[in-house]
């Protein structure tokens, strides 16, 4: 089965700095799709980014980016120029031929 | 993408009773599935509801405890029966297909059931 790990329960950066999440998972399927989705308070799971596992192109969305290592099956999320609304849980999802599979999840706070 | 939601927003429970919790899409979708997210905790898929047919359910989930309805391309139900301090939790719908990209799953602003 596949499996999601989130190694950094918490995070904390100052406002406007760079942040980088960290997520591992483990999979024997070579076709498959990552994703990186934001829970603030409100509870609304809302998706930041995905990347398809075929391509080696790195996703970008705006001030989010991911740093997809696909031999290494890692999936790090860095968040730019820190903003006092990115204030979330931060959930990596891996989504095979089945189901869509969460890892615990990574609380990131912003200092203002 | 599709927009979804819940009813109710929140609820409080007595032990022993059961609640209905609905989820509206705003087009037809392919796949319906239902969460749950215990304090502090991450998500875990309940089932896939399927449309016309019995919802599958995974380990650890029973269709007694959580009966699943999905009778259109658009609306799905999940009871939470027979109910204890156990099933507090957020309860997520989430849809896959129709106008959604490939793959990609959008949630409902999930329900948060308190039970007394």
């Known amino acids: 089965a596949q499996t999601v790990t989130q190694s950094q329960p918490e995070m904390s950066v100052q406002e406007a700095e760079t942040v980088t999440l960290s997520c591992t998972y483990d999979?024997?399927?070579?076709?498959?799709?990552l994703f990186w989705y934001k829970q603030p308070p409100s509870r609304q799971m809302i998706l930041v980014i995905r990347?398809?596992?075929?391509?080696?192109q790195n996703a970008t969305e705006n001030r989010f980016s991911v740093n997809f290592q696909k031999a290494a099956k890692s999936f790090s999320l860095k968040i730019s120029d820190s903003q006092l609304g990115d204030a979330a849980m931060y959930f990596c999802?891996?989504?095979?031929?089945?189901?869509?599979?969460f890892g615990q999840g990574t609380r990131l706070t912003i200092n203002p | 993408s599709a927009v979804i939601s819940q009813k109710p927003s929140r609820d409080i429970c007595q032990r022993g009773t059961s609640l209905t919790i609905q989820c509206q899409v705003d087009?037809?979708?392919?796949?319906m599935f239902w969460y749950r997210q215990q304090p502090g905790q991450s998500l875990t898929l309940i089932a896939t509801?399927?449309?016309?047919?019995?919802?599958?359910?995974e380990s650890g989930f029973v269709i007694d405890k959580f009966p699943i309805s999905r009778p259109n391309l658009t609306f799905s139900t999940l009871t939470v029966s027979n109910m204890s301090p156990e099933d507090s939790s957020i309860y997520l719908c989430?849809?896959?297909?129709?106008?959604?990209?490939?793959?990609?799953?959008?949630f409902g602003p999930g329900t948060r059931l308190t039970v007394l």
């Open positions: 989430s849809v896959e297909g129709g106008r959604t990209p490939y793959n990609e799953q959008f």
């Open positions: 999979t024997s399927e070579s076709d498959y799709y």
């Open positions: 990347q398809e596992a075929y391509k080696q």
């Open positions: 999802a891996y989504r095979g031929a089945q189901k869509l599979v």
């Open positions: 087009s037809q979708v392919t796949m």
């Open positions: 509801a399927n449309q016309g047919s019995e919802a599958t359910y």
